[in-house]
């Protein structure tokens, strides 16, 4: 017996999943390059990535036997489906070639639904991952949800032409449930059932990422905000010091002393 | 071995996604893969401080001088320092030893801890335990230092013996046993019997000086005859023999009856030798007394399969050390070795009473592709039953030994040929 | 306990220590047209100006590219003088879009290095020194009137200046009709012909170019062929400094920040390092084909360390007693070259069911073989067994298994 851990990192894959909802409000611009009227919100993408990751996991062997290589020949169909959407197109649209194919309904159909797979891709992964505790699935589940932000940034910047601002507290909640996210899975992975022969490194563990995290969080708060914590003084009024690099650069002179005191630690512990 | 430190997948996972993710961050603004990224690096550098200190490991255990199938309590105690950080432990056991209670390996918070466990060793052979490696481990696993206590310690494992069964069955009726046996004459022994006039071929040892002294004559001690047997195993450890798993295989098997046998037959006073044939022959030349009990069950425990030396030549190199008229044990699965006849055919020429001890080793492999009979099976079989019976026929008598039936069952049978 | 606090104390005293020292080092650069420089051709004068009248005053060191993520462009002001080098695309890029969001933008030049900037607003810096009958000791010394949109008007001195074309926008500061430019550089007026030469007339000085940015609520930029009225030696002379002011004060009604780019300009000494290597690291990441370059660099870098990495091995007890071995049954199925053995077991049963040693065995003579093993099939096998297949000799082997008991 014992506690079964399993959902706290769902928890903080949904939360994640909600923080990129709630930090990208312009994701809709980013679906209708898609298709015009796609007005599926991310949260919606996310939660049916979920629910179908843990469907999969459930009937997994039962669909292995009826289908062999269920993953290769999803990703070969979806290649025919899109060859033959751009001949069938080619075939019978109207207008020259490139139009028959821009204009194409079922190409714009294929193109929705890759979006859809992309999209759910990173939360099917993370269920997927953690269930079966899967360290190589969980590796690409992390990608996949590091993409799904990086898309949005690029696409609108290149749309504005300028960097839409994130607000500073929702991005530290966001950076914190996908630490959550990678946190626990390490717990599910290591321990999986919490009893009292693990409950001790379990509860240690815990504070220790408690503890870590929240002095992570200082320092990335520390350095969002310092402007509003000193006063102005002309030694610092270099105007790189209000981009990200300035706060690139606070971030990195608050972490200088721990990294040095890891460096001090190592080399006396190696002595 | 010498410390290491050594990175987790872990590690490198937040290693190269912090990185990325503060490059990235300033290549597009963006203020949460930065607020990532120093999290991460706050996280993965406040971990790498605090790393336990080199605790002092000391291990006790039952005993290192085991038999087949005995169990040893091992207790490994940790003294270290309290604080952030974990321990991992590992006690390296030899892969041939079974872990029966508890584990060898153990996650454990700094500070004074003990770990506890048994282990089996239902196979025979020298086995090592320790070195005792220690990983210290900082709080989110990201990397650990490893050190080495203590020095490998050898456990050996002497093969089973099922001697105290035999004993019983050995005080049942119509059983005669050669062995110590006084034959109320004088002969070559142990006992005292009379004195006699000294010769001058008698051993100046065997004077008794106590009678000079009071006759003045020199006079010599004569003792009584006992009649000792002396056994001789030819034991077959080719590489052929280990077919099966690595503790039920015909050599094993082999071993196992040559040491139940051999204690019950050099504690009753005979004397036993062996012959172990492999990617050579080597001898050991019969004699009795526990010291040589003790020295042919090292000679038993140290054997390795190998090589593919035949029985004909083993026994045209051995014959001069086969006592005449001794009985002689052949311990062999009898495959892939043409010249079988011809060597019992030798032994049974020169007088020796001849017993095969046959352990199948067909019977062995196909218990391993779990019972299935193939054509390979049944050609095998074929020719060992043809075998076994010319053997017979030749004078021998031949134990077809299956897997199902143990030592106990074996031993039994041979004893009842008496 | 106390050691790792003592050792963490000793850290931040370091690092504050040497961020201090790269701070003092930056801003004790000098350099004309740079921020921090106090002698004639450095712009302190006017920093301590502007920061006195209460605007928030910022020193770019590195480039203006960072314009580009600058969230509160109408109330900064971009403030450009005499660059050193051009702007790059990218930087002309950010400026202009920094513009178009509301931004402000100050760019005083008369090297002509600024036209590929300015051309984005229709306007150039034509080269040669402009002079006028209206100077002040010098004719290099050139004075103007100026007249800010009814908020200012009054009289600038300028120092070599240059003059600007442009094609719309207000004109806020232009010469009489005697003043003449110096195409080719002798310091004497040429021909007075139109179309070559150097001829008298009206030269503009300043203009703004988007002149109803209030009520558009758009972005504005201003021209002015002559960057030495900001200068430490020039803010004080005639109206230039009250200008200044009121210009700046115009374009941030309700205050804001300036931005002042010494990115163009090159620092001298050891603060000289710090702007090229912070200017370096700039560029790299946000120059737009740096950009791809490096992102994608960074992200096929780090997979493949990632992917090649080695992870340590797990700690954990093997045991091999599970472990198998096959010796005779190594081949499961039988194959051709069986056929002698299967031969020599047929022969061999026959003999010993006979009783028969091997010697009186092979003294029988086929026929009496045959009569012994009384059945055609294997007695013909044993006698030629050519060319049998696998699935024969199974079938063989079979039968001999049940046969003879």
Redesign the interface.
Known sequence: MGLRIRFIPFVFLGGYALCIWLMFPSFLEVSAGIYRDLSVPYIGWALMGGVIGSVYYRYREGLRKRIKNPINKLGLGLVLWLGASILISVALGEGDLQDRVLDSGLIRAWFVTMFGIFMSAPTFLGSYSILARSKEVFSLAILGLIIVPLTCMIYLQAQSVSVPRQDPLLSLITALTLFGFVETFHWVYKYDRIDVQVGNLFARQLISTILFAGVGSVIAFIAFSWRSMIPDIAAVSFYEMDTIFGTAAIGLALLSPIALLAIVRSFREGK | MGRVSVFSRKAMGYGAATLALFILSLVLSSGLFLMMSLIGMAVILLSLSFIPRKPEVTRSMDSDLIHEGDEVDVELRVQGKGGLGQVEILDRLSPTLRIQNGNNHAFLSPGERSVRYTFGSPLRGYHDIGPTHVRRWDPLWFWYREDEYGEKKRITTFPERTSADMRRMLKGPNKQRPGDMHLRRVGPGKEFYSIRDYVTTDPFHTINWKAYARTRKLQVNQYEAESVTDLMFILDSRMVTRAGTLIENPLERSIRFCASLADLYLTTSNRVGLINYSSSVTVLKPEGGTNHLTKLLHTLTDITPSGYHTLGATVNYSLAYIPPDSRVFVLSPLSEDPTIKEGIKKLLARGHNVVIVSPSGVEFERSVIEGMITPRYLLKKLSRINLIEDLRSMGARVLDWPPEKDVLWAVQEVLSWD | MRS?IL??FT??M??SLM?SAV??I??SGKGAYTSFDGSWEGLSDLRDHL?DEGY???????SSS?L??E?DPEKTVFLSLGPERAYTLTEI?AIG?FH??GGRLIMADDTGRMDPLAERFDVGFPSGQLYDENFQTNPSFVRVDVNLADRFSGTLLLNKPSYLIHSGGRVIAKTGRSAWVDRNGNGLRDFDNTTQGEPLGEKTIAVIVDPDFLSLGSGCAVFISDPSLFLNEMIDQKDNRKFISSLISYLLPDGGTI?IDDGVHQMDGAASVFQRG?FG??FL??DVNM?II??SM??II??A??YL?D??ER???????????????A????TKQ?VT??K??IL??VR?RN?LSVDDFSKLGWDDIRKMIDDDRLYRFVRSGKNYTVEQ??RI??E??GWGG
Not at chain 3, 56 to 62: A, F, R
Not at chain 3, 316 to 328: F, K, N, P, S
């Open positions: 790792r050792i963490v850290i931040v370091i690092v961020v701070m003092l930056l801003t920061d928030d005053v910022k020193v770019l060191i590195s960072l580009l993520s969230e890029h879009s178009e969001r931005v912070v690291f700039v990441l946000s950009k490096i992102g960074t992200v780090i997979s360390f990632a990495f992870p340590p700690l954990e007890h093997i045991c091999l007693l599970d472990r198998t071995g096959l010796a005779e049954l081949e499961l199925n039988l069986d053995e299967i020599k077991i061999d049963r010993v009783s000799l199974e082997l079979v001999v298994t």
